[in-house]
């Protein structure tokens, strides 16, 4: 007997989909990569992970008993790598699945707060920076709960209770002009250090305040849901 070649290819194309999958976060972690390109690092693996599962179950048809094959301890543990891959994908991405793919969330919609300091940083030359056109619809669609935040207290003594809670998230502030309650920050995200833009303005409202959020992400299309649970928490850490 001898052991079936595409046992040998599924085994070669798991091996490539573990490394790319894996480590394209990890050299995103140790400094090594930015996002920018440890993420589709990321994505290959995904794509050589779906590959070297439908090689891995393909090859274990080949090399059943009655074949005279030999390999399916191969072709198992391809496929076995294959559907660990996508199942880690699929799990991560459930909970996300049904919401739009947008990735610009404001808590006011006819009149989104402005990005001004961060429209200035060089990751942001050539960027769209204002509201997309189109986004409101799906976004009160997903979204319904976002709206601006109310807070009793006076825009002054708001606006100093916001940057706590913004330091206190761990966000990064980039500007701050209290005479306008205007504050512009950014997030980094823990696996591929995604950064998301941030700006908070901070208005009166009857006795107390308004607070608006928006939050827009710098790559993709969608978000997962990342930019309205950012609004949420500083919502939550308001109220």
């Not at 599924?10 to 972690?29: H, N, Y």
């Not at 070297?52 to 399916?72: M, N």
């Not at 250090?193 to 107390?208: A, L, N, S, T, Y």
């Amino acid at each position: 007997m001898h052991t079936s070649r595409l046992a040998r290819l599924a085994m070669a194309t798991a091996a490539l989909s573990a490394l790319l999958f894996f480590g394209g976060p990890l050299l995103i972690q140790l400094g090594a990569l930015n996002a920018p390109v440890g993420f589709p690092i990321f994505v290959f693996g995904f794509l050589f992970g779906i590959l070297s599962l439908l090689l891995g179950l393909f090859a274990l048809y080949t090399t059943r008993p009655a074949t005279g094959r030999a390999g399916r301890g191969l072709a198992l543990s391809a496929a076995g790598i294959g559907a660990l891959v996508v199942g880690i994908v699929f799990v991560a991405r459930g909970p996300s699945a049904n919401l739009p793919l947008i990735n610009d969330i404001s808590t006011d919609l006819e009149d989104p707060p402005e990005f001004i300091a961060l429209a200035e940083v060089p990751a942001n030359a050539g960027r769209d920076m204002s509201y997309p056109e189109g986004f409101a619809i799906e976004q009160r669609a997903g979204y319904p709960d976002l709206a601006g935040i109310i807070v009793p207290t006076p825009p002054d003594e708001t606006f100093q209770a916001t940057v706590r809670a913004i330091e206190g998230l761990g966000w990064e502030i980039v500007d701050r002009d209290p005479t306008r309650g205007h504050i512009e920050a950014t997030a980094t995200s823990r696996i591929f250090h995604f950064v998301d833009d941030i700006v908070v303005r901070i208005e009166p409202e009857g006795f107390g305040s308004r607070v608006d959020v928006r939050s827009k992400s710098r790559m993709g299309k969608g978000d997962l849901g990342a930019n309205a649970a950012r609004i949420r928490q500083l919502r939550d850490a308001l109220e």
